[in-house]
Structures are given as structure tokens and as C-alpha cells.
């Protein structure tokens, strides 16, 4: 719906102001020209923007950026706090094979694995809430940073920005900032490192191009990039080579849901026997995943776990997460009562969200508001005792947008906030970027959905 005046939100101030800026001001011009005319942009995105980006005040960010450092530090706990210190049982009750579990078992006992991801959010008016955290060096959004600067090619967006003292964090940076944490050991003193860019064979005939980009943008971080897929990763002297160049670290762009294959996994087994002799680094180890998927989210949620977490702790993520179950006869509700799973996801279809733990990008995902009775029932039925969490649906909030004609819109959000690891110049936030959707009824708030893009400023509030 578009409005001429900014629509009732009362999380978005600046978004606010910034309307009635252009609302006062009429200005030229559209303020994603420069977005759609960049070719890095429109290969990522597909040529849609939004007409102007999201605004994070700095109050906010800050406890967003700290709550989702809280729940990293307990997914990675998890191990010890629920399963003994087992890897491989973790990985069991999430649902990855026995070929996934020993290859990720295997990357967990090399170097380290500091907080390097993306949060999925929706502000459902009270507050951010967490719907999914890749955890992973895979994550896209190494092109977040170009997509504030076109933005500010918009001279009412530029002087609104510095008249309120805005910033944005450039994402790339941050992750090489991290892979060269992780993979000191491997990084040499006197050269500019020579990073692959790896995806699988399959992956890359599709992602290739955009990794290509990926690798091509290194170079403005004094990294040597070279994009290629595991097929292509030689091992003369028992070191990875690409191309006839020595790779001192792996930019791991494949996931573990990559490695149920046989063919994808054999390729790996060479690169990870190197990993495990010192001789390159990996970035990020295969385990990231474990501690980044939904099933490890309603570990946090269960109730059967909260004995395990301490006050603080416990406040995180009664404030973070939205009630998420495994798919299993018996649970417990939202408030405690233990109860029989099926009944319950039938009588409250329209307010719950079939997810599978393993999949990324809204694969496999059922919309109970979206799906009819039968096959509501169906698809729960069949989850049950699977790789599968039910979840209460959170409502996104409107936020006011400009709708490119000179009024403002209301959409609704899918915030993406990239976590690092905390440094002595920042708290870890790592950028940010926004999908967004004029339906409110959408069941995942996504590119492929039919949302556009748009990224994040962050700072100063009102």
C-alpha cells in the first residue's frame, strides 16, 4: 500500500524522518540508479531494489549484535552442555549422516572457529527475533558495502546520512578479518595470500560467476583471489594447487549438506587430509554448520534444556528465539505444558512454520497459513521423528519505505545481520542487508520469494 505520509512504526525513526525528508524535499533522480547499474549488483541480485535502505538506531544494534554473540556462544556450548562433548552426537540429533558426521567430526579437532555469520530477523514491533543463523563462511552478502554505496549516490540519502552522522560496516572486510584470524598459521608474512574460493563441481556451474566476483573483490583486502570448484584443487608436493598457484587457505563456499554425495565428498577427502596437516588453512571448518542450523535452535528453545542455561542466558533467548520444537509425538507448549505435537500443530496451523534443519534459502519450508488442512496434516505426519522443527510464526512489522514515486510504502522485513568475531575497533557487527515485501501474509520473506533488496545504515537516533 502506498502512503503520503509515513505509516504508524515504532521502531523505525529514522525511516521516519527520512520520509518526511523526501516528502519536503523532492529530489531527481531514483535512489537505486546506481544499483541497477552495476553489473556486480545485478548478477547477485537480479535488479531488485528497494528504493531506499533500512535504518538500524544505534541502541538497537548494539543489544541485537550482543544477544546474537550470546547465542553463538551457546550453540557452539552445545556439545558439552547437552551431548558429553560429542561432536558426532550433536551432529546425530540434527540429522546428518554418518558421512557428513565423520567428515565434520574430523574438521572440528583443526584450528579454530570464531563467530563468522548471518541472523535472519523479523521485528515483530517488541523486538528482533531470530529466525535462522547460518553459521558458516558461505554466507553471501560480500557485496553488502557496494550496495550502500550506490545508494548514496542519491544525494537526499547522502545528506540525510551525514546530517545524522549514519555509517555502514563493509561485510567482506570483516570476513577476511576473521579468515585471517582462523588461519594465521597459514598465512604467509612476506606476500599477499592466495585464497580458492571453493564451491562443489555441481554448485559452481551455477554460483560460479558470482564467485568469481567474490574472488576478483579480494584484491581489495590484499588477498590474491582464485575462484574454482573442488575438481579442480591439485595436491603436487601434498600442497592444494589452482591454476599452477599454491593456495594458502580455502574460502570454503561448499555446505554440509553438499557432502550426502559421494562424488563431492571424495573430492574433499584430499583437501581436508592437507587441512589436517597444517599445510592450508580452511575457512570455515565443516563444523560451522552443526552449530548453525534450526535443529540447534530448538535445542536453545526446548524446555527440557533450560536447567542447562543460567539467568542471563535464559533471558537471551526467551527475548531472541520464537517457540521452535523438534517434530517428534511428544513437546512441550509455549508455556511448558507437556503436550502431543500433532493436536497442537493442527489446531494452531496458522501460526506455525514446518522447517527441515539441514536446508538453507527456504528449501523444504511449509508455511502452515499457506498450506491446506490436508497437506498441513500431511506434512507433519511425515516430519515426525525426522530432521524437522516446527516454530511459531513471527509477524514482521511495517517499516515506511520510499516507494519511488514520491510517497512512502509499507514493507516488511527480513533483516540479514552478519556477526564476526568482536575485535578492539568494533562489538562484531559485521553489516546488514534487507529483503523486502509488500504482502504481510508471506510465509518467508526472501529473494526468491519475490523480495527486494535493500541495505543497512546504521548510527545515530532520534
Not at 551431548?83 to 567430526?105: H, K, N, R
Not at 599454491?246 to 565428498?265: Q, S
Amino acid at each position: 500500500m502506498t502512503t503520503t505520509s509515513p505509516p504508524t512504526s515504532p521502531r523505525s525513526r529514522l525511516g521516519h524522518a527520512y520520509g518526511e525528508q523526501l516528502a519536503r524535499h523532492a529530489s531527481p533522480g531514483h535512489p537505486a540508479a546506481a544499483a541497477h547499474a552495476s553489473a556486480t549488483l545485478t548478477l547477485a541480485y537480479q535488479d531488485r531494489f528497494l528504493n531506499g535502505p533500512a535504518f538500524l538506531g544505534e541502541t538497537e544494534r548494539r543489544a541485537v549484535v550482543a544477544d546474537l554473540h550470546t547465542v553463538h556462544a551457546l550453540l557452539r556450548s552445545l556439545p558439552d552442555r547437552v551431548f558429553g562433548g560429542s561432536v558426532s552426537a550433536l551432529a546425530a540429533a540434527v540429522g546428518m549422516d554418518p558421512l557428513q558426521s565423520a567428515l565434520i567430526t574430523r574438521s572440528a579437532r583443526t584450528g579454530s572457529l570464531l563467530p563468522l555469520g548471518r541472523a535472519d530477523l523479523y521485528h515483530d514491533g517488541t523486538g528482533f527475533r531470530l529466525l535462522e543463523f547460518n553459521i558458516t563462511s558461505a554466507l553471501g552478502g560480500f557485496e553488502n558495502a557496494d550496495i550502500n554505496r550506490a545508494m548514496l549516490a542519491y544525494p537526499p540519502l547522502a545528506e540525510f546520512v551525514r546530517r545524522h552522522g549514519l555509517r555502514y560496516q563493509d561485510t567482506l572486510g570483516c570476513m577476511v578479518r576473521s579468515m585471517y584470524a582462523e588461519c594465521a598459521a597459514n598465512l604467509p608474512t612476506d606476500r599477499a595470500p592466495v585464497v580458492a574460493v571453493v564451491d562443489t563441481v555441481e554448485n559452481f556451474t551455477v554460483v560460479g560467476p558470482r564467485l568469481r566476483v567474490f574472488a576478483a573483490k579480494l584484491a581489495d583486502h590484499g588477498v590474491e583471489g582464485i575462484a574454482c570448484d573442488l575438481g579442480e584443487l591439485t595436491y603436487p608436493g601434498g600442497r592444494p594447487t589452482v591454476a599452477g598457484r599454491a593456495v594458502d587457505v580455502v574460502f570454503r563456499y561448499f555446505l554440509a549438506e553438499d557432502l550426502t554425495d559421494p562424488a563431492p565428498a571424495a573430492q574433499l577427502e584430499p583437501l581436508l587430509s592437507v587441512v589436517e596437516q597444517g599445510r592450508v588453512g580452511l575457512f570455515s571448518r565443516l563444523d560451522a554448520e552443526l552449530y548453525g542450523n534450526k535443529g540447534t535452535l530448538a535445542m536453545l528453545s526446548d524446555e527440557q534444556h533450560r536447567d542447562l542455561f543460567d539467568a542471563a542466558e535464559l533471558a537471551c533467548v526467551d527475548r531472541l528465539l520464537p517457540w521452535t520444537r523438534y517434530v517428534r509425538p511428544r513437546t512441550t507448549d509455549p508455556g511448558g505444558t507437556r503436550i502431543d505435537t500433532l493436536p497442537y500443530a493442527l489446531a494452531h496451523q496458522h501460526e506455525l512454520i514446518l522447517k527441515p534443519t539441514l536446508l538453507h534459502g527456504g528449501n523444504g519450508i511449509t508455511a502452515g497459513w499457506e498450506a491446506e488442512p490436508a497437506q498441513w496434516e500431511h506434512k507433519v505426519t511425515s516430519a515426525m521423528h525426522g530432521p524437522f522443527v516446527l516454530q511459531h510464526r513471527v509477524r514482521p512489522m511495517a517499516e515506511p519505505f520510499p516507494d519511488g514515486a514520491g510517497g512512502l510504502q509499507e514493507l516488511f522485513l527480513n533483516w540479514g545481520l552478519y556477526l564476526s568475531a568482536r575485535s578492539a575497533e568494533d562489538d562484531g557487527y559485521a553489516g546488514g542487508f534487507v529483503r523486502g515485501s509488500t504482502d504481510p501474509g508471506v510465509g518467508v520473506v526472501s529473494v526468491g520469494s519475490g523480495a527486494a533488496v535493500g541495505c543497512v545504515f546504521h548510527g545515530g537516533e532520534l
